[in-house]
């Protein structure tokens, strides 16, 4: 039986409570911001929203910076939602700096996947320390980019290994199933591009780490989406885990980074300190 990938992928029709999520994002972000000394809007470029805040860690005890990146399917939110996904690793030690970035169909997304790769270089010039990319959905598949990045194309001084290791939250690694559905209205993809943009067709860098999470109420598409990457990236020389989040759905599964002791935020630690 055909897989309807318009219901496979469209989260906000298979979670109808997904506004008070969504409110709930912008009211825990802007109380975390209310109390954690933070630097706003650091410029990674020279449009509005090429910006992180950078959430330094109170006691930090952890050498490479995190950076978060946020959700909506390229097409949606900002990083004012998301500033308590530094909570839970900043109470462990590591400083995080949560990145906005350019939305479809303003830009493209090899023009938002380029600006992941930019956040990423600037906190690198910023701290002077690696970074280890974490993300949620769309999010996800750009943290995962960064593990297939040519970093000394882009600056000569710059490590090879500049991002070595990701968190990606139910991500998308394989773009072409979205090109029939409705979420490819903003976006624009055609297979060939879609293929190009997708990290699961791509070759990770040397000695890099992912780590995938999904929610295990999630759809199967997006279950098989994780499994995917877990098993093409282990036989191209990542070092892949596979976790679920038991009853999680595609607006819950990321709670675990705001707290101090989770499933989540104790695999981006262990990630930073491996």
């Known amino acids: 039986m055909p ?9 906000r029709a298979r979670v109808p409570e997904h506004p008070a999520h969504i409110a709930g994002w912008a ?22 929203r ?23 399917y390229w097409q949606a939110l900002d990083k004012s939602f998301f500033s308590h996904m530094a909570k839970g690793p900043n109470a462990c030690g590591m400083s995080v700096a949560v990145m906005s970035y350019d939305l479809c169909p303003e830009v493209s997304m090899s023009t938002i996947v380029s600006q992941a790769r930019q956040a990423a270089l600037a906190l690198w010039r910023k701290t002077g320390r690696k970074v280890i990319a974490s993300g949620h959905s769309a999010g996800g598949h750009l943290a995962a980019m960064l593990l297939a990045t040519d970093w ?37 993809l055609d297979a060939r591009e879609a293929r190009r943009l997708s990290p699961a067709f791509l070759k990770p860098n040397a000695d890099t780490q992912l780590t995938a999470f999904v929610g295990g109420a999630e759809s199967s598409e997006y279950l098989r989406q994780s499994h995917l990457i877990v098993d093409t990236w282990a036989g191209k020389g990542c070092a ?32 930073a300190e491996d």
């Not at 000394?152 to 199933?177: N, Q, Y």
């Open 240 to 271: 892949t885990l596979y976790g679920e989040i038991a009853g999680a759905n595609h607006f819950t599964v990321i709670a675990g980074l705001a707290e101090a002791r989770s499933d989540l935020t104790d695999a981006l630690i262990w990630l």
């Open 3 to 11: 897989v309807d990938l318009e219901a496979e992928y469209n989260n």
């Open 27 to 48: 009211r825990d972000s802007a109380a975390y911001r209310a109390v954690a000394h933070h630097e706003a809007d650091v410029s990674y470029g020279d449009r509005p």
């Open 50 to 72: 090429e910006t992180f805040d950078y959430f330094p860690a109170p006691q930090e005890s952890v050498e490479p910076v995190g950076l978060f990146i946020h959700g909506g």
């Open 152 to 188: 000394k194309s882009l600056d000569a001084a710059a490590p090879a290994d500049l991002v070595p290791a990701g968190l990606a939250i139910s991500g998308l690694f394989e773009l072409e199933p979205l090109v029939p559905t409705s979420i490819n209205d903003k976006l624009k």
